[in-house]
């Protein structure tokens, strides 16, 4: 156990920073500000949490905390970081205050107290977001991962049907409806779950759930109770019709961290719960989890290719991209695992980038329609320019963050599933259609009329951009920085499945 909270202090941090930005008499600027201070605070102290993590320890869990919760149903608060959860929770921290700098307009300004109180709202709603986003990843105890999971869509809820845009509620509901749905169907999971195992006080613990002796058709059972409520968050088809809706009509920033980040639940849960708790299941739901991964990847792509909105675009690439992590978590091989765990991490700044600068343009222009656009390389040269970055980083452009990823996962993927990598490699292809399209749709062309007065880059929106920038460089280049990490935990999820996790080349090389 680390005699320094690490994980509790983080969390709390931008969740006593909701509070004062909500309760505290004060301008709605200052209001701004301190929220943004909070979140820096938090991305500090888990900088300075992650410096204690050491990737060469073999236990799974690491910045231990463990505290008896409610006893007489064998739930703790116990937290704890491996590899995997460490670097999407320092994913979380980033995100935060670039999409609250980035939002610092988002909630138009009203007249008497009542904007003061409706931008006051929003931002405390995006900093308890990220004390649940903090807690959902470091959960070691079952039932408080659950917690977590669930409490996560209140503030989403209310970011979306309050701050949304015209079709907020719609979109606001459809997205609660499946993620309870989801919940609910895990709840019955996790109850069953735990009475499958030794009971106790600390029952929920997942060492205390992991390798027990399940009869098959009951082990079968509980992976679809959790997988169910995993293909809903992450989303896979055909669970993935409220991310759309609801991503569209998000603002910018609650669109980032729910794509960004909150949908990594999904493809997070399927590592720590299903493959180490149900390691047996997993392997019986391959060909199936397998089929809907390699549809996600060739659907989203598709429907991508044929949007106008740029949000809803972006909203369709992500769920292609959420079936290549899924076909690499499901390959059973180090080089996908560890491709698809780099993936998330790479995806989560790739979305930010496409949402965050997307809502730049749409800013200026007053419209989310492609068709709207045309020749604004001339009127924004920079805002175009790293547009085209953020674009070519979702195609997965050799050299930025995201190549390494989906490399890494297509070459882990094929000595297990090479029908599925074949066919899933062309994704990448119509990547590169819907990316390319959408940029010469918006951005080539002669100079639009009327558009005199529209500026280029502010210096605001020049710091949201900068650090998303670099992570692509840095990542794409240097992806050891996080593989070093990431490798032991993907090492340890693959022994629970007892299955051939010997490193092929491209894997072995980005540990050395």
């Known amino acids: ?69 409610i006893p007489q149903f064998g739930v703790s608060y116990s937290l704890g970081v491996d590899g995997l959860a460490l670097v999407l929770i320092l994913m979380s921290l980033v995100l935060t205050p670039v999409c ?69 509620q719609y979109a606001a509901m459809k997205f609660l409806l499946f993620s309870l749905a989801g919940g609910l169907i895990m709840l019955v999971a996790v109850i069953a779950l735990y009475l499958q195992g030794p009971g106790g006080t600390d029952g929920f613990l997942i060492e205390k759930l992991t390798g027990l002796s399940i009869d098959p058709t009951t082990e079968r059972l509980l992976f679809v109770g959790f997988f169910l409520a995993f293909a809903v968050k992450a989303p896979m088809v055909p669970f993935h019709t409220w991310l759309p809706d609801a991503a569209t009509e998000s603002t910018p920033a609650t669109a980032t961290l729910l794509v960004g980040v909150l949908d990594k639940v999904g493809t997070f849960g ?60 499901f390959a059973f091989t180090s080089t996908g695992g560890a491709g698809s765990s780099l993936y998330m991490l790479n995806h989560g700044f790739s979305t930010a980038a496409l949402f965050l600068f997307a809502a730049m343009l749409v800013h200026r222009r007053g419209s989310k329609r492609i068709p709207d656009f045309g020749g604004w390389q001339r009127v924004t040269p920079g805002l175009a320019g790293i547009f085209l970055v953020a674009g070519l980083s979702g195609l997965a452009l050799p050299g930025l963050s995201s190549f390494i990823s989906e490399f890494l996962v297509l070459v882990g993927s094929f000595p297990t599933q090479p029908v599925a990598a074949v066919v899933g490699a062309t994704g990448s292809i119509l990547a590169a259609l819907y990316i390319l399209l ?26 949201v951009a900068a650090p998303i920038l670099a992570t692509f460089l840095v990542l794409g280049f240097f992806p050891n920085i996080a593989l070093h990490v990431i490798n032991p935990a993907v090492d340890k999820s693959l022994s629970y499945v007892h299955t051939d996790s010997a490193v092929t080349p491209a894997a072995e090389g980005s540990t050395k």
């Open 1 to 69: 156990m680390s005699t320094v909270p690490w994980l509790t202090i983080t969390g709390l941090i931008p969740l006593v920073g909701a509070l004062v930005v909500a309760f505290v008499p004060g301008t709605v600027e200052n209001a701004k500000r301190l929220a943004l201070g909070f979140s820096v605070l938090a991305l500090v102290v888990g900088i300075v949490a992650a410096t204690q993590y050491d990737p060469s320890s073999t236990k799974q869990f690491q910045l231990g905390e463990q505290v008896s919760w």
């Open 100 to 168: 609250l700098l980035a939002a610092w307009h988002d909630v138009p300004e009203e007249a008497g107290p009542q904007g003061g109180r409706r931008t006051k709202a929003y931002f405390a709603l995006l900093l308890v977001l990220e004390t649940f986003m903090v807690g959902v990843f470091a959960a070691t105890d079952v039932f408080l991962f659950y917690v977590f999971f669930e409490a996560m869509l209140i503030p989403v809820y209310f970011l979306i049907g309050r701050f949304g845009g015209p079709r907020r």
């Open 270 to 329: 399927m590592i720590r719960f299903c493959l180490q708790l149900f390691p047996e299941a997993s392997k019986w739901a391959t060909p199936v989890v397998i089929a809907l991964a390699v549809i996600s990847v060739l659907y989203g792509a598709l429907l991508a290719i044929g949007q106008t909105d740029m949000m809803r675009l972006i909203s369709f690439t992500s769920i292609s991209h959420f079936g290549f992590i899924v076909l690499g978590i």
């Open 438 to 463: 959408m940029y010469k749709r918006m951005m080539t062309g002669p100079k639009p009329d009327g558009l005199a007065g529209v500026r280029d880059l502010s210096l605001r929106e020049k710091v």
